[in-house]
């Protein structure tokens, strides 16, 4: 099948077809570099990765253009420099780098483009400009904001009535807004804070403008798909939809909404042990940490096993499960090392899966399918099948960004001590077998139970694994 994909500014599974083929755009908003990113915030990037990766299998990796932007101005990054005294260029660089490495080691695809805001300010006061021109924003005391009811359709992609909105609303109500939801586009910095020359005075931008001024800049307009965590749905892909739709002049336009992003995605937010990642609770959990305790993979894994627009529970369990998922395919690869791979090409039914709607549960099940034909014909001693599973196995595992590493490598992190022991216990119970010597292979098999270690026989021999 073809690629269908969610869009929730229509509520509905669509059809995935790009403006122009020969360049497929996709813009998905990226870190705020201040401090190190939760397991929260590395749900959209892998989720993304995946379909980037689909993207350029199914159009070329050449026609693809992916974008993540890096917000390198904010208060919180204000505020932590002035914490420790330096420029926000230290902060930002110093977490930036720690991001880009935590998400090499999830096998998280670098973006083509990764433009910074500190790099567009001219492109975001061309387009604050831009809005103003258009009758949709207006300057007061320093600041620029937008006018919400300057567009008859704020609100369609989270589906808010702006009546609604303004009845509970829960914002600022500064006395230069001509109403309450008006959101700034530039506004004044302090004295200790950085700031960039405007038409309205030294200051920098708001928080929305930065992504539609540099969706516009670096990728064109319309782009074909928006991406994000269901968090940013409002207001800021709908603030997003606002500004890039009005700095054009189409604001009452019925499908204006189109002339900025064809396709919006968003994946669902994530839990820890059931409760709301909190720093009150105390229950935040910094992947900087995660990749450090175990291999990146089990965490991208953990992050994949349930449908990406689903809530997705982090425990223990989901870590101890992933590994072992893991540990069940690296297996099957690694006892049929010596097997040349015939294909690589994924099967009919795993692209079914990850075509509909990244189905990624269900690309996941193929995956062990596939795994158990290894097994079966290792065991028969049928190569061809052996060489047709496993090349199947490696190209679907590609696009979900997991099975990456040798699978020797893969199992490398057991004591020296423990290994040498089992593997002198495997060479004590061929030696057993062949003699027929039944009671002394029984034993083998006890200790190697109590090393909590599983032996797996083929044709060219057993090969082994610890439980779990």
Known sequence: MALHIHDTLRREKRLFTPRDPNRVSLYVCGPTVYDYAHIGNARPPVVFDVLVRL???????????????????????????????????????????????????????????????????????????AIIDAGCAYAAEGHVLFDVSSYPSYGALSGRNLDDMIAGARVEVAPYKKNPHDFVLWKPSKADEPSWPSPWGEGRPGWHIECSAMIEETLGLPIDIHGGGIDLVFPHHENEIAQGVCAHGHAHGDDAHDEYARYWMHNGFLTVDAEKMSKS???????????????????????????????????????????????????????????????????????????????????MATLFALSSEIERGMTAGDEAAVAT????????????????????????????????EVEGLLEQRAAARTAKNWAEADRIRDRLNELNVVVMDGPQGATWRMKG
């Open 55 to 129: 993207l350029r299998r199914t159009y070329g990796a050449d026609k693809v253009v992916y974008a993540r932007n890096v917000t390198d101005v904010d208060d919180k990054i204000n505020a932590k420099a002035a914490r420790e005294g330096v420029a926000i260029g230290e902060i930002t660089a110093r977490y930036e780098a720690a991001y880009l490495a935590d998400m090499g080691l999830l096998n998280v695809s670098p973006p083509d483009i990764a433009p910074h805001v500190t790099d567009y300010i001219e492109a975001i006061t061309k387009q604050i400009q």
């Open 281 to 363: 609770i105390g229950n935040v959990l910094l992947l900087h940490d995660l990749v450090q305790a175990m291999p990146g993979e089990v965490v991208r894994w953990a992050l994949l096993s349930a449908h990406y627009r689903q809530p997705l529970d982090w425990n223990q369990t989901l870590l101890e499960q992933s590994r072992k998922n893991l540990d069940r395919l690296y297996g099957a690869l690694h006892r049929a090392a010596s097997v040349e791979h015939s294909t690589q090409e994924p099967p009919a039914e795993f692209l079914k899966s990850i075509e509909d709607d990244l189905n990624t549960p269900g690309a």
């Open 389 to 420: 599973a496993k090349g199947q196995l490696i190209a679907a595992a590609s696009i979900l960004g997991v099975l990456q590493a040798d699978p020797a490598e893969w199992f490398s992190g057991v004591d020296e001590g423990l290994k040498a």
